[in-house]
């Protein structure tokens, strides 16, 4: 295919025809040379459109879908100006897209007034798929005169990542707001967990009085309940590079979103204040808030959130903690290394921290084929890794080893839940 | 209508008229020479191999005016006529083949203006042929130097506006 080259080849042919014939004097080779020159002429003389006035409309089946969701696109492209004798238009699908039927280019002659539609339906992993425009390339019918320019045609796709729902996740952070929540917060109130009981004030509720109480101490007792608020929640998702393990197009990455997903989606529905901060590229902060709009806003960041090697987040040490209240609940999402340890340590003077690990050494055995150098392998870094745990877990942090090829649910209920809160409190005699 | 069977029977002419062409000036070899180069061609047409397209065109181009120097001009012109069509075909079908969606009419349009072009080409491809008269050395080297600069001149323009 000569493409842009097709008119000096078709002139070098006509060139060396006619000096051939002229050299040996031989007009049958000036003949051979004529519908050659019929070719070239015809292209410059034959009406071409030089300034294609053309107009592009974009319609997506839905705007905000969850992966491997089908869309369909619609794409509309109209010709305001003179004809176009061959127009080629092709449409670029965004990479985390894959095209799983229609088309998505075409060629055909344009009329003046006259539009040519596409259709195709994708679907992809979890993103922001962002259209911005369209090739266009046109030419006359022969190949010989051509243009390329580009239709600005936007469009946007929010990939949402999947998660499984987390039923329950028991925090205990030092400080909570004002507002009646689902947190406990070891303070005698109005709630529904039975806290103590006190002596009987004028105002109280006579229902709450507990008779058995009074009974014994001769004066009116009543029932108090453990105050329940919401709490500020920070969820901080680790998107270094070299925390990453991907093996055959798998990314533990994806784990990490998909916890940091399912958390964010329930302590939301608690009613709880709950901001994001993706730790990799840039600071990417998501402000806390309440509600179904911050738990989008959440998804939204989640979706758009890569993984970056920048040197200045190589370590957790640029952690930028003033974005978060002291004695809230922080929740570190990342696989860790070792670098990792001192400054959640540091972290947990200041804030209540939990650590959910997507374990990177099971996730990557996952993988690969059983044998006895592989066994003795993972045993060794299971326990190097066991070490950097138990460190955490040593400074009061509530750790999550996830194995991946779990669902996230039973290890963070296993972990996080009511019972085992209760459990670490009643070793540590802090309940 | 489909392109890549217009160039095939492009191809196919063509091939047939040089042989034939070559029989009837007793040139066996460029015969045999032009069969070889044409199944070629056809076979990448079948391949959609369209690199190769461009050398097989100008080898039987050669073919073609070999057989014009040997007095079989008219079996050449209109073998050229084919061959430039098969040439234009092939490339249209590739482009073609570039796209998922092909809008109804372009492949005839585009039949319509080569059909149009080779017949302009032949009728004026015949005059030469027709008509001959003698040219001295001076009057032949003027006429090749003006036919070169309005050729540089066009394939300037023609290069710009190439894109």
């Not at chain 1, 108090?224 to 919401?230: A, K």
């Not at chain 1, 270094?240 to 940091?260: C, G, K, P």
């Not at chain 2, 796209?99 to 319509?112: S, T, Y």
């Amino acid at each position: 295919m000569l493409g842009r080259f097709r008119w000096a080849f078709l002139g070098t042919v006509v060139a060396l025809l006619i000096v051939f014939g002229l050299l040996f004097q031989k007009g049958s080779l000036l003949s051979l040379a004529i519908p050659f020159i019929v070719f070239l002429f015809a292209s410059y003389y034959l009406p071409f459109c030089d300034d294609p006035q053309l107009r592009a409309t974009r319609t997506l089946s839905a705007s905000r879908v969850s992966s491997q969701t089908d869309v369909i696109v619609q794409l509309e492209i109209k010709n305001e100006g003179a004809r176009i004798e061959e127009i080629r238009i092709n449409d670029m699908i965004p990479s985390c897209l894959t095209l799983i039927d229609g088309e998505s280019s075409a060629i055909g002659v344009l009329n003046s007034g006259d539009s040519i539609q596409l259709c195709y339906t994708v679907h992809g992993r979890r993103g922001l798929a962002q259209w911005q425009h369209i090739l266009v390339s046109y030419n006359d019918h022969l190949g010989l005169r051509r243009r390329a320019t580009r239709v600005s045609c936007t469009g946007h796709l929010f990939i949402m990542p999947d998660f499984p729902i987390v039923y329950e996740v028991e925090i205990r952070p030092r400080q909570t707001r004002v507002y009646s929540g689902a947190v406990r917060t070891k303070l005698g109130g109005a709630g529904i967990e039975f806290f103590g009981v006190r002596e009987y004030y004028p105002g109280d509720a006579l229902r709450h009085l507990n008779w058995k109480a009074m009974a014994h101490r001769d004066e009116p007792v009543t029932n108090e309940f453990e105050q329940e608020r919401v709490a500020d929640i920070g969820i901080i998702l680790d998107a270094r590079e070299r925390t990453e393990v991907s093996v055959q197009d798998r990314s533990l990455f994806e784990n990490s979103i998909s916890s940091a997903s399912s958390l964010a989606d329930f302590f939301l529905a608690q009613g709880n204040r709950v901001g994001l901060l993706v730790y990799g590229n840039y600071i990417d902060w998501t402000f806390p808030g309440f509600g179904k709009l911050q738990r989008e806003k959440l998804l939204h960041s989640l979706a758009r959130a890569e993984l970056s090697d920048k040197t200045i987040f190589e370590n957790l040490e640029n952690l930028p903690t003033r974005l978060f209240p002291v004695g809230s609940q922080l929740v570190v999402i990342s696989p860790l290394v070792e670098d990792d340890v001192d400054v959640l340590v540091e972290l947990r003077a200041l804030y209540h921290v939990i650590v959910v690990s997507p374990n990177p050494i099971l996730f990557e055995k996952s993988f690969l084929p059983t044998t006895e150098f592989l066994d003795l392998a993972t045993r060794v870094a299971r326990l190097k890794r066991e070490i950097l745990l138990s460190q955490l877990r040593q400074a009061g942090i509530r750790v999550v080893d996830w194995d991946t090829t779990q669902d996230l649910p039973i290890p963070v209920e296993q972990a996080l839940g009511k019972h085992t809160l209760r459990h670490i409190q009643t070793v540590r005699g802090s309940l | 209508m489909n392109a890549t069977l217009v160039a095939r029977a492009c191809i196919a002419l063509a091939l047939l008229l040089i042989v034939l062409g070559g029989a009837v000036s007793g040139h066996g070899a460029v015969a045999l020479f032009s069969v070889f180069l044409g199944g070629l061609w056809l076979i990448n047409t079948f391949l959609s191999w369209y690199s190769w397209s461009t050398f097989s065109f100008l080898g039987l181009l050669i073919c073609a005016a070999l057989l014009s120097v040997w007095q079989a001009e008219w079996w050449a012109l209109s073998a050229t006529i084919f061959l430039v069509s098969a040439w234009d075909f092939d490339a249209f079908s590739a482009r073609l083949k570039e796209h998922h969606k092909i809008e109804h009419g372009i492949e005839k349009a585009h039949l319509r203006q080569i059909g149009l072009i080779a017949l302009v080409g032949f009728i004026l491809g015949s005059i030469p042929l027709v008509w001959r008269f003698s040219l001295a050395l001076s009057g032949a080297l003027l006429l090749a130097i003006i036919l070169i600069i309005v050729l540089v001149l066009s394939l300037r323009t023609g290069g710009r506006t190439a894109g």
